[in-house]
């Protein structure tokens, strides 16, 4: 059964939740990608957690600031730019993501909600307190160069990324947000996620259970069950700006 475009164009409320393969056609490696370069010998999986910061600060500091280099330097890609375009198409658009990157703020999306954390908000290990990179840009580090994370200005802790690592809750009140938002929508777009990490990839089933239409955007059909569970195959930058286009002409 084909989702009917006319359901997105009729939608009071949408919610978008995405995963790293929104990102994919940006240059940013997805989560489970094998890892390249200096990085083809970690699993991402070990270094994101707060007990590989303790063990070595300066590698899980460096890792992150060479994830940073690569989104200072990639584009927004077209399903960004179709997602930021489908806010101005309808009532309302709550924007939902486990990306750490910024690129639907630079495609133009608002009030993005990202589930775990971003790159750009990094704070102290020790005292909590926020961190600005200022005019810094990120420095990627050269293979095998390790980067000591930079010091809290207040307590001299050392600044930790500003990402929810495995074992961390998500941020109380962008949950909050993103539950509340999947409980209300008429349609959900699950957009290059392989809905493997919890409790994130309860966001679709929620939409799901309350009646909404869930439509998922993958390189691989997704096994859907019912009338109202969709499977998009292709490519996101390619089939976004598609559904869009036969919605909104
Ligand atoms: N268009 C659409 N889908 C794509 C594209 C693309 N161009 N490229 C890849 N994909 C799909 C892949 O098929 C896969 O299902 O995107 C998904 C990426 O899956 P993951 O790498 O597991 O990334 P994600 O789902 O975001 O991981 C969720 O896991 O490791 C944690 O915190 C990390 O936020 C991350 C979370």
Aim: with cysteine; hydrophobic share 45%.
């Amino acid at each position: 059964m084909e989702f009917q475009t006319q359901r997105l164009r009729n939608a009071r409320h949408v919610v978008v939740f995405s995963g790293a393969g929104l990102s994919a056609e940006s240059g940013i490696a997805t989560f489970r990608d094998a890892l390249t370069g200096l990085w083809e010998h970690f699993d991402p999986a070990a270094l994101a957690t707060a007990q590989a910061f303790r063990n070595d600060p300066a590698l899980v500091w460096s890792w992150y600031e060479w994830r940073r280099a690569k989104v200072f330097a990639a584009q927004p890609n077209a399903a960004h730019r179709a997602i930021a375009t489908l806010a101005r198409c309808i009532p309302r658009l709550t924007v939902v993501t486990q990306n750490v990157d910024d690129l639907l703020e630079r495609a133009g999306c608002s009030d993005v909600l990202h589930l775990h954390g971003s790159l750009g908000s990094p704070r102290c290990f020790a005292c909590a307190r926020s961190y600005s990179f200022g005019a810094d840009q990120p420095v990627e580090a050269q293979e095998g160069r390790r980067i000591e994370p930079p010091r809290c200005r207040h307590c001299n802790g050392k600044v930790r990324p500003g990402v929810v690592w495995f074992g961390e809750s998500l941020p109380d009140d962008v949950w909050r947000k993103a539950v509340s938002a999947a409980k209300d929508c008429d349609v959900l777009l699950s957009v290059g996620t392989s809905a493997l990490v919890q409790p994130a990839a309860e966001i679709p089933r929620m939409a799901l259970q309350q009646g909404a239409q869930v439509v998922h955007i993958n390189l691989q059909p997704e096994a859907v069950a019912g009338d109202r569970e969709f499977s998009l195959t292709g490519r996101a930058a390619e089939v976004l700006p598609r559904l869009l286009e036969q919605a909104f002409g």
